[in-house]
């Protein structure tokens, strides 16, 4: 298998070559091998060399024999060191796998390497003083997104299926916009985050994946979704197998569209159309469809997500070995003065804040059944848009650039509510343009099936970027 044919298959159609034995799982994984170097060499998402060999994995798993990576989030497989995009972290390596690696292994997936992200994972652009950037495979002067950015550069560049992630405000969504992929961020509970974490940034972060297809998405929830002993809560047990809702008829559906950020900062007027044409798809699908968005209290989501930066100062100052801040960039050590200051009362004042957005949101998801908005407020950013070693920096105004950025998805990391990116505009200049879907808490099932059904409305396969495996 050369690896212009293997970029052809998502993760379901490598799979099922293999079962078939029209190719073998080391065919599969020596073309993997030789479209991720080559991928590599002009994007940089990869955080180190690729395994060898690969970490274990099920040789009978659902995705057996798919290449698969891992993010640098921190301590996660056992035996390979973590960086978080820091020099100030020197990669030690983890003790042991989380839940969610058991659950990547029993799969049969075939790790194969650690992706790039920026430091302390608190910004959309993947760009850090450890890796430098990270490119965009459809416009390397442009970024991938962030902070799950060397994961979505890498499937979009046809070098891997699919890939783990993260999503804390969006680093999943994000880069999925950024690079033309399908990126889920589900429910809070559905996925574990254990067994060293009851819960990740107040319950804001969660694990899952970037893919290019509906179908390997709802294939990777299937494998990974449940809560494992200990969990502290877990999301609604679904009906079925989320495969079996891509296909499905989801009926006809509750529809708000909205294109104004709740911040309101302005929206490109790409983005804007890209969204609108989503709405009017989905209304010729015989949908009720209306202008609507929930009424949403801006300072308490960004009180909110000033919590997140706490949380994730405390995991860094906690640590058995501290950072040195002198070996930091420029927000980071305002994040770790602001968190080593905070008080108790600040602590509160966040989860109040949380608590508030969360009633909002979920108070309007009772009248409709899915939310459209633009993922990102612009298209892909140059490398250096956003300044995350700018020591004029406070963590409020690092915050305020972010979110000018990418205004529309930290909203439901507060909320916990399902959302999904997917890849359904392009602009004038061939850039992609990400699309979110919305839907109540546990309800991934009616996010595949609308996914899966403008997925067939508006397909993106055909598309490939400048940098792609595929071109032989």
Not at 210 to 222: G, M, S
């Amino acid at each position: 298998m050369k690896p212009h044919e293997y970029a052809r298959h998502d993760a379901l159609g490598l799979r099922d070559l293999i079962r078939a034995g029209e190719v073998s799982a080391a065919e599969v994984e020596a073309a993997a091998r030789a479209a991720l170097e080559s991928a590599d060499a002009r994007l940089n998402g990869l955080a180190l060399p690729l395994f060898e060999p690969a970490l274990a994995h099920a040789a009978d798993g659902p995705l057996a024999g798919v290449p698969f990576l891992i993010k640098d989030g921190g301590p996660f497989a056992e035996g390979v060191p973590f960086f978080v995009g820091s020099r100030a972290v020197p990669g030690p390596r983890a003790h042991h796998d989380t839940d969610l690696m058991g659950r990547f292994r029993s799969a049969g997936l075939v790790t194969l390497g650690l992706t790039t992200v920026p430091e302390m994972l608190l910004s959309f652009a993947t760009e850090s003083a450890r890796y430098g950037v990270t490119r965009n495979p459809w416009d390397p002067a442009r970024g991938a997104g962030g902070s799950s950015g060397g994961a979505a550069a890498l499937v979009a560049a046809g070098a891997v299926p699919l890939a783990h992630g993260n999503d804390g405000a969006g680093s999943l969504r994000v880069p999925a916009s950024c690079c033309g992929l399908v990126g889920l961020k589900p429910s809070r509970g559905r996925v574990p985050v254990g067994p060293d974490a009851g819960e990740v940034l107040f319950g804001m972060s969660c694990e899952f994946g970037l893919t290019r297809t509906v179908r390997d998405a709802a294939a990777l929830l299937d494998a990974v979704a449940g809560p494992a002993p200990g969990d502290r809560y877990a999301a609604p047990t679904p009906a079925g197998p989320y495969a079996d809702e891509v296909g499905a008829d989801p009926g006809r559906l509750r529809v708000a569209v909205t294109t104004a950020a709740w911040s309101g900062v302005a929206v490109d007027p790409e983005v804007a159309a890209a969204t609108e044409r989503v709405g009017r798809v989905l209304e010729g699908m015989g949908h009720h469809v209306e202008a609507a968005g929930p009424a949403v209290d801006w300072e308490a989501v960004m009180a909110a997500h000033a919590l997140e930066g706490m949380a994730s100062g405390a995991m860094m100052l906690m640590a058995p070995r501290p950072p040195d801040p002198a070996l930091m960039e420029a927000v980071s050590r305002r994040v770790l003065a602001d968190t080593a200051a905070a008080t108790a009362l600040d602590l509160i004042a966040g989860l109040d804040a949380q608590n508030g957005v969360t009633r909002a949101v979920g108070a309007f998801l009772t009248g409709h059944d899915v939310l459209v908005t633009p993922t990102l407020g612009q298209l892909p950013a140059p490398h250096g848009t956003l300044r995350y070693d700018d020591p004029a920096h406070t963590v409020r105004t690092w915050l305020d650039s972010v979110f000018a950025y990418g205004p529309f998805t930290g909203l439901f990391n507060i909320t916990g509510h399902p959302a999904v990116s997917l890849p359904l505009g392009e602009s004038a200049g061939g850039l992609p343009i990400g699309v979110q879907l919305v839907a109540g808490y546990g309800r991934e099932d009616v996010l595949f099936r609308v996914a899966a059904r403008l997925e067939e409305a508006l397909p993106w396969r055909a598309r490939r970027p400048q940098v792609h495996a595929g071109h032989p």
